[in-house]
């Protein structure tokens, strides 16, 4: 039924996480009878199980935010029971007005200004008549929020890596996945519902990427502030460095399947450059699935162990969801010798039918090659004229035709 979706969730909220909810809220609420044995903690209790964040950063920033909205409803309820009195009913309807104005005036998030429109209905039903009240409630919520904040930093302390590992490791499957289906297009002749379903799959992939770049800010967001990042940065900053090394390798699949789909023809199958051409596709999602695999294996690695449940459960998944061809692919190809692939020369002598589909096959071939076999730091010292004009189809001389082009270069 579409009216669950407004209150379920994909996948559980870690039980470790759970735990730590409900422990901050019973300290909480022992540690405020204690100190305030006539009230009820409620106000203390709320913030606790509110500052119990997925990161430590995002706990700070709820401990604040639920004290500026406690702090500013006091205010707000106290100043206006002050000037009008303790037995106002209408003072409610102000009390809700003025609160939410003055959120929007100083530009408070949603929660802050709700919180300060509660606060104040608050301290008008239950406290208008203990100038105390108020007080205390600001104590309170204090305790609340430095209770939840501490536990959830003390107590294995959250890092959202591990869905990011998973982004890497599925989005080079599919990527390679991809490449794959291009190649065989190019050597098997195939039917227009193929074509299409070939080029929804890899426009698909750019979603995919859209979709990664939220959990890359949550893996970067549960690093601040946290105790465990030292050993854990190293690895999501190499997992960010993989997807967007990916980035330009999904526009050029994307950008050929285009190409073939627009210019495909089943005489493409018995075109013999055309036939190398594939073979490079097939050695690029080797290449992509050994990148993605690498990263991983480290992710796994000694140093990492002791994070949360959902880091083991990610990862395991990730692990689970690798499929048998990149299993034997990373096999074959060892980590250290596995990149790059893309090497041979392709002598080409096609028709001029041909020559759109393989002059840009080629040059996005290149492209390809570039972003897998070089670093970061090799592309950019190297610039773009110093990139080379391998695997570019050459021009050819006036009065010369395409096929009369010799020793075009595939991906070098």
């Not at 501490?150 to 294995?156: D, G, K, M, R, S």
């Not at 330009?248 to 005489?267: E, Q, W």
Request: charged content about 20%; some cysteine; overall charge neutral.
């Amino acid at each position: 039924m579409n009216w669950l979706t407004a209150v379920r969730t994909e996948t559980r909220t870690p039980l470790l996480q759970v735990g730590k909810s409900a422990l901050a809220g019973i300290v909480t609420w022992i540690v405020c009878i204690l100190i305030f044995p006539a009230q009820v903690p409620v106000f203390g209790a709320i913030a606790a199980l509110f500052c119990v964040q997925p990161s430590v950063f995002q706990s700070l920033s709820k401990a604040v935010e639920r004290l500026v909205g406690v702090v500013a409803g006091v205010v707000v309820s106290s100043a206006l029971i002050l000037v009008f009195g303790q037995h106002t009913s209408w003072l409610f309807a102000v009390v809700i007005a003025l609160s939410l104005l003055l959120g929007w005036a100083l530009r408070l998030t949603s929660p802050s200004s709700t919180q300060i429109a509660i606060t104040g209905m608050l301290v008008m039903a239950l406290g208008a008549s203990d100038p105390a009240y108020a007080v205390e409630r600001i104590v309170e919520t204090l305790i609340g929020a430095v209770i939840g904040t501490v536990v959830n930093l003390l107590i294995a302390a959250p890092i959202l890596d591990a869905p990011v590992h998973l982004a890497v490791t599925e989005l080079g499957r599919n990527t390679a996945a991809a490449l794959d289906r291009l190649a065989d297009s190019l050597t098997t002749p195939r039917d227009p519902a193929w074509l299409a379903d070939m080029l929804k799959r890899s426009r698909a992939l750019r979603d995919e990427r859209s979709q990664s770049r939220p959990i890359v800010r949550a893996g970067e967001e549960s690093l601040r502030l946290n105790p465990r990042r030292a050993r854990r940065r190293p690895q999501l900053e190499r997992d960010i460095a993989t997807l967007e090394r990916l980035d330009p390798v999904l526009f050029r699949v994307r950008g050929m399947t285009r190409t073939v789909c627009d210019h495909y023809s089943p005489a493409l199958a018995s075109d013999p450059i055309i036939a190398d051409i594939a073979e490079q596709l097939r050695r690029a999602a080797h290449d992509v699935r050994v990148l993605a695999r690498v990263h991983n294996r480290d992710a796994a690695a000694p140093g990492t162990a002791g994070g949360a449940d959902a880091t083991a459960t990610a990862n395991a998944t990730a692990a689970a969801a690798d499929d048998r061809a990149e299993d034997a692919d990373a096999a074959a190809a060892p980590a250290d010798t596995a990149l790059p692939a893309l090497t041979s020369q392709l002598r080409v002598a096609t028709p001029p039918a041909n020559w759109i589909v393989i002059g840009a096959l080629l040059e996005d071939l290149r492209r390809v090659h570039e972003e897998l076999s070089s670093t970061e730091a090799e592309r950019d010292s190297a610039g773009p004229a110093a990139q080379g004009d391998s695997a570019q189809p050459a021009r050819p001389a006036p009065g010369q035709t395409p096929a009369d082009a010799k020793d075009l270069p595939g991906a070098s």
